[in-house]
């Protein structure tokens, strides 16, 4: 079981799965994310396919230190199966690989079922602040805090 950076074809059937499972929100354009970190030098968007259909993704870039994921999702009928654990592997060693010395993650507040998970991988909660601010005015149209 190998996850590989996706492919053209398989670019809307991430974003269908990230809308499936959650994980996209009304002010961040989800093919916009994906084809900037499919475009970018520190970026990928790494995907597993089972019989053809696009089944789990993440998304992984770097900052020349520090890794970032974001996007892990399975199928929800997959859920459960080791295929989010293969995923975050992947991404590790994409990561290791580039000379990352460190990965991050952020988990919205409310997608706490999800700790559990990053737990057992031996992910830490780390004592930060994460501040965000929109750059172009109207980028989000909800009330609130900035969301990432």
């Not at 991050?104 to 602040?129: A, H, K, T, W």
């Not at 980028?139 to 609130?144: E, K, L, R, V």
Request: proline content about 4%.
């Amino acid at each position: 079981m190998n996850a590989r950076p996706l492919t053209k074809d398989q670019y809307d059937s991430a974003v269908s799965l990230w809308t499936t499972t959650g994980l996209t929100r009304p002010w961040n354009d989800p093919m916009d994310e994906l084809l900037r970190a499919m475009n970018g030098p520190t970026s990928t968007v790494l995907g597993y396919s089972l019989d053809g259909d696009l089944i789990a993704t993440a998304m992984v870039g770097h900052d020349g230190h520090r890794g970032w994921v974001y996007y892990l999702a399975v199928a929800p009928d997959r859920q459960e199966s080791g295929l989010g654990r293969l995923m975050m592997e992947a991404c590790e060693q994409w990561l290791i690989e580039r000379g990352a010395v460190k990965v991050q993650l952020m988990i919205r507040s409310d997608n706490s079922p999800v700790i559990g998970f990053y737990d057992q991988l031996g992910y830490e909660l780390s004592d930060v602040q994460v501040r965000a601010k929109w750059l172009k005015a109207g980028d989000h149209a909800h009330t609130g805090s900035a969301a990432l």
